[in-house]
Structures are given as C-alpha cells and as structure tokens.
C-alpha cells in the first residue's frame, strides 16, 4: 500500500438496537481506488457517510492525512461528495454547478469559472458550461456532479452509487471514465456499489462488507479467486459450495472429502473439521478441455442448458443420489445436450477452502 491517507479505527455507528456499522478497521492509501461492496443494509453507505462527515460515529475515529476529523462538519473536511441523484442546481449553468463549491470557499469568478471549464473537460464536456441542467442527459449530468466534486481538489472523493441510475451501456462507460480520470489525478476516490463487475472493473483495492463488518479485503483478482469468507465467496459473483469434511492435515494442505471425492488442497482448517469447498462455474472443466493437473469431480448429469454466446450455461446433478447441484460454463463449441453425462474436472489450486 502506498502512505495511508484515510484511517478508520474501530468505527462504529448504530441506531437504537440497530447496529448499522459493527467497529471496523480500515487504511486507505495516498491515490487508491477502494470501492465498498455489498448488497444493502451491509453499512458501506454509512461508512461512506461517516468519512464524509454526513453521520455523526457512535464510536471510533476518522483520521484523514494525519488529523482526526471525526467531530469535523463536512464543509472542514478535505473531501467532496458525488451522491446517487446528483444533487445538482437546476436554476443554475452547468459552469455554475461546477464552481459552486469554488464559490462557497471565496475563489474569485475569473479564477472559478476558469477552473470549472478546466474540470469540464477533463470530464469530456468541454464547451457544456452555458448549457443548463435540463438540457443534459443522465451520463452528462453525473459528469456534471463528478466535476463539480472533483473542482474543489479534495484529498478524497467520496462517490454514493453515482452510476446506478445510468443504462449499463452508459454505466461501463462511465466506469472507464471513472478509472482514467482517477489515474490521471492520482487523488484517492472512495466508491460505494452493490455491483459486483463494477467493483472488480474499477477498484485497486476491493472492500467487502455484510451486516457491517468487513468481510474480506483485497486486490479483485484476489477477492475472486480465493475469498476469505463464505460470504465474499457467494456474494462476489457465482460459484459451487460444497460441503466438506478435513480428513487429513499437512502443514498448509488438506485432504478433503466431498461428495465428489477426496480432494487434495491448499487451505487452513482442523482435522475433522466441517468446511466448504467453493469452485467457479468457469474452473470446472469437461474432459476435451481440461488442463493436464486438473483432478477428476465424477460425472454430472445436464439438466438445463442457455446459451450465452461466449459459454453454454448449464446447470447439472451429480453426487451419488443426484443431490448436488452445480453451475457449469462450457465451451461453446460442445453442443451439450440437456440429460447428457459430463465428465467434470477442476485444478486443485482453483479450489478454495473456507471454513468460516
């Protein structure tokens, strides 16, 4: 991690009974892209709020380039906000909306209207600052609100959900917007979604939550390939659980036997121990395809089949008495045939065991 920049130290916010955000630890770098990920309720967006200034912690602190900022309002923290519905001024330009917080912080008009056209185009609407809110799609007026956040140069960007209104033709445009403008201001941008492929398009550092603990942390390709938790497991895209007992254990290896046989694998868990073992759709292999170290999973039975262009989505029954399900991704030039057996292998490092 590059110099910490946001410090999160046993944050904690609760309503009442209700526990929103449950004490948690969190170091944002100098210059990262950290998205917060989860479905609703998980507390990302209080987080979110809570280094903006917006929700009073119960407990804990907020420390932001050194300095404790917990008790500080919004407008005396070096961090602007883009919220989910804009927020924008509709009797106002669109250059106006761009320097409002220019203007609240006494930067003369020359200077703020130059700096807002400036910011402008760095967001690809050079030449819009006559124009008038109403006169803007929904993708110009998010870069609108992104501008008029960005303008105020703050050590953080903190973004609520800011594409979940647009098509997601729009919204993957946007994404890459996003990431270029990020990378090319080196300014550390804080980003709330419940999108699983927009968190891993866009994030450095990907920061999965549920019922307002942290649940696993992480570079994407980590995140996906070997989750930590059986949450970070199920909620980060598709997979295959499987139940599991650890019949032996050496140093970090584990045999584990499945429904589908005795699998040797990399892990940490107690002999004896119940564990699951999660595999994607797109790591389970039929035998044309599979990869020379890969290690037999029995046979499966094809019970649905949805073509999907780039795969065949299927879904098949194995196990002995036909009780386990799976989810398969096969090559589209197979042909698979709906009550077909199917030879199924994976690698043992594309495994994952979770005990928790």
């Not at 804009?86 to 209207?113: C, D, I, Q, T």
């Amino acid at each position: 991690m590059t110099d910490p920049l946001v410090q999160l130290v046993g944050l904690t916010k609760s309503y009442g009974a209700m526990t929103a955000v449950a004490g948690i630890d969190l170091v944002i770098g100098k210059g990262e892209f950290v998205v917060l990920l989860g479905p609703s309720g998980s507390g990302k967006t209080t987080v979110l709020s809570m280094i903006g200034g917006f929700v009073e912690p119960t407990g804990g602190s907020v420390r932001i380039g050194g300095e404790d900022v917990t008790s500080l309002p919004p407008a005396k923290r070096p961090t602007a906000t883009v919220f989910q519905d804009y927020a924008l001024f509709p009797h106002m330009s669109v250059r106006a909306n761009v320097g409002f917080g220019l203007y609240m912080r006494k930067v003369a008009k020359a200077e703020r209207n130059r700096r807002a056209d400036e910011t402008l185009k760095l967001v690809g609407l050079d030449g819009f600052g006559d124009r008038g809110i109403h006169q803007l799609s929904g993708g110009q007026r998010q870069r609108v609100a992104l501008a008029r956040a960005i303008a105020v140069n703050p050590a953080v960007l903190l973004l609520d959900e800011p594409l979940g209104a647009l098509d997601l033709a729009l919204r993957r445009q946007m994404q890459e917007e996003l990431v270029r403008i990020q990378k090319r201001l080196g300014t550390t941008f804080v980003h709330v979604t419940h999108d699983q492929e927009e968190a891993m398009s866009i994030a450095d550092t990907i920061v999965v939550m549920n019922r307002g603990l942290v649940e696993d942390m992480g570079v994407p390709a980590r995140i996906y390939r070997r989750p930590a938790s059986l949450f970070a497991a199920t909620f980060m895209g598709e997979n295959n659980l499987l139940p599991g007992r650890v019949a032996a254990v050496s140093g970090d290896a584990l045999t584990v036997e499945t429904p589908l046989g005795r699998l040797l694998l990399a892990g940490k868990a107690d002999l004896g121990g119940a564990v699951q073992v999660a595999v994607r759709p797109e790591q389970i292999y039929p035998a044309a395809t599979a990869p020379e170290n890969a290690a037999s999973l029995g046979s499966a039975r094809v019970c649905e089949l949805v073509f999907q262009g780039t795969h065949w989505r299927a879904r098949a029954k194995t196990g002995a008495d036909g009780e386990i399900a799976l989810l398969l991704r096969l090559p589209p030039e197979m042909q698979p045939a709906v009550g077909a057996e199917v030879a199924l292998f994976a690698r043992p490092e594309d495994i994952v065991v979770l005990s928790r």
